[in-house]
């Protein structure tokens, strides 16, 4: 059992957790933080592997305790480390696709051998060479076809002239029998082009088939093998019951396994823990190294575990063990009188407080939607003219009838509306004031969670001022110019913005005891009087 690690100092004054963490937002225990950090010093010492960790690695540790009452601490990584599989210090992969005999290492040398295969046709001189032999057929074709439609068009213009001195019918019938020529001519031009391009297509169809040909060999053999490698993955839980990874993905809605499933450090170390009669007491998963280009990863952050890939998997795993509610779905606001800053016949601000939705969710949580609809029963349409994070706080806009709730939202559509937030970041960051741009899309493989993507993100620009410093935080006010999803926090948090996450932010900085974000300030026109509102709540914080 060289993987259990005792910790290098004692451990028996910690407590140990009542249940066992819900991986998916959790606060890491103080034996998950000592293991951590026992895992950062191990890895700092590390000198040859300086480079592949500077690229960024997902860790986990998971607390267990022997039969014999002996708590230690297990440690994985997500993926493969240094180009292996296998190190001493973590626990082994649920399944090792570096066999070398293994059946994956001998499929991926075939799709290797296609694939160079398909690399030597494509470059191959011949293929190259009837390529551009084809391209410049084309391009002398259409030279040529356009100088002959130029000239068919100039003799219709001079016939069109010779038309208005009343010619003789002799002169007319030459006239007919021209333009019928230069046509025939123009047609026989094409035939005779579209002969030589389809000759030489020919060529390059030989080629162009074979290609396609190992590109379907490729794709059968890659999803063979990707079937054949998710079989593989025979997962515990706590109750010793086994499912492969295509019969836990059978019942999502991708229905099949995305790639790398299985792969991530949280089963990797259940199932380590299972394998070896370990009870598993506490679990944290931390980043090391730099961001992701489009993740949001900060060095030595603690992170829940991902959604795509192994949400389905855990649900699977952690049967049998008894693990904390999951904290999004405690009614924080239940009792809560939901404070009201404005009011008039057709509309209402109110300050939501942190932790309540702004809508009804997938549960039975309470919401302002649900609050106030039973306040205005006659209330028409949807309400609530924008929304809140759950987890931030501040003035929320709430219309009484349908075409009030249509003006308002036209005018946020519109950029019209004025909004200023007010956060505090995890950290000092260096400019006064600026623009951050970047745009944003859901990361589909770990929602909610939001990407940055040129590619295929939506515009997201916030215009920021710092207000003060006070030791290590800032104090600053955003305006959000667009209003995407989680727009302000991944502006705060990625690389390429202030790279300084807010205070508290469970998905792209740290937790703390809320979301220090707050919907500090709205300006509009108000759809019946025409009048600007100003309405303003500060901060609590």
């Known amino acids: 059992m060289n993987k259990f690690h005792l910790f290098s100092s004692a451990v028996t004054h910690v407590p140990l957790p ?5 991986p998916f ?8 933080r000592m293991a951590a950090e026992e895992v950062q010093n ?3 010492c590390k000198k040859d592997w300086e480079s592949d960790l500077k690229q960024g690695k997902m860790f986990g540790v998971l607390i267990v305790q022997t039969s014999a009452g002996e708590v230690g601490y297990l440690a994985a990584f997500s993926g ?13 992969p649920i399944y090792d696709l570096q066999q070398p005999q293994g059946f994956f290492s001998i499929g991926e040398e075939r799709i290797s ?9 494509q470059s191959s001189p011949d293929h190259l060479a009837a390529c551009q032999k084809l391209d410049e057929a084309v391009a002398l074709a259409a030279k040529e076809i356009n100088v002959a439609k130029e000239e068919l068009k100039k003799a219709q213009q001079r016939r069109e002239e010779r038309r208005l001195n009343n010619p003789d019918e002799h002169e007319l019938s030459a006239m007919i029998h021209e333009s019928q020529f230069q046509k025939a001519e123009l047609k026989r031009l094409k035939q005779q082009w579209n002969e030589r391009i389809a000759a030489i297509r020919t060529e390059t169809e030989t080629f162009k088939s074979e290609i396609e040909r190992l590109k379907t060999e490729r794709k059968t053999r890659s999803a063979a093998l990707q079937q054949q490698l998710f079989e593989q993955f025979k997962i515990l839980n706590a109750k010793g019951e086994v499912r492969d990874l295509c019969d836990i993905f059978k019942e999502t809605a991708q229905k099949t396994p995305p790639a790398g499933a299985g792969e991530c450090a949280a089963p990797k170390l259940l199932q380590y823990a299972y394998l070896n009669r370990l009870k598993p007491i506490a679990m944290a998963e931390f980043w090391w190294g730099d961001s992701p280009k489009m993740e949001i990863r900060h060095h030595g ?9 192994c949400e389905p998997i855990l649900k699977h795993m952690l049967q049998g063990l008894d693990v904390e509610d999951n904290p999004l779905l405690t009614d924080l ?23 309540m939705l702004s809508v009804p969710g997938k549960t039975d949580a309470d919401s302002v939607y649900q609050r106030l609809k039973t306040r205005y029963p006659d209330a028409t349409g949807p309400m609530i003219v924008h929304r809140l994070d759950m987890a931030t706080s501040g003035i929320l806009l709430v219309a009484k009838t349908k075409e009030v709730h249509q003006n308002l939202q036209a005018q946020f559509k519109n950029r019209t509306v004025k909004k200023r937030y007010t956060a505090l970041l995890d950290g000092v960051i260096a400019i006064d004031n600026g623009i951050i741009d970047l745009p944003l899309c859901l990361d589909p493989s770990d929602r909610p969670r939001q990407i940055v993507s040129e590619e295929y ?46 205070v508290g932010d469970e998905l792209y900085g740290k937790g703390a005891d809320r979301l220090y974000l707050h919907a500090e300030f709205l300006k509009f026109r108000h759809p019946i009087s025409g009048e600007i509102i100003r309405i303003e709540k500060k901060a609590d914080f």
Request: proline content about 8%.
């Open 18 to 22: 009542e249940k066992f963490t819900y």
């Open 80 to 92: 493969i480390l240094v180009g292996k599989n296998l190190h001493e210090y973590f626990v082994p």
């Open 25 to 32: 937002h959790y606060t890491p225990h103080p034996l998950c």
């Open 301 to 309: 952050y603690f992170y829940p575990a991902c959604k795509g890939k």
């Open 457 to 502: 993100g939506k515009p997201a620009i916030t215009e920021y001022q710092v207000l003060s410093y006070n030791k290590n935080q800032t104090r600053i006010a955003f305006y959000p110019l667009t209003g995407r999803t989680h727009q302000l926090r991944v502006h705060a948090s990625h690389p390429q913005g202030l790279n300084t996450p807010i």
């Open 113 to 121: 051998a296609i694939n160079s295969r398909i690399e030597q046709l």
């Open 42 to 44: 191990y890895l700092q």
């Open 333 to 355: 606001h239940r009792h809560t009188e939901l404070e009201i800053l404005f009011e008039d016949d057709w509309l209402l601000a109110i300050n939501k407080p942190a932790g």
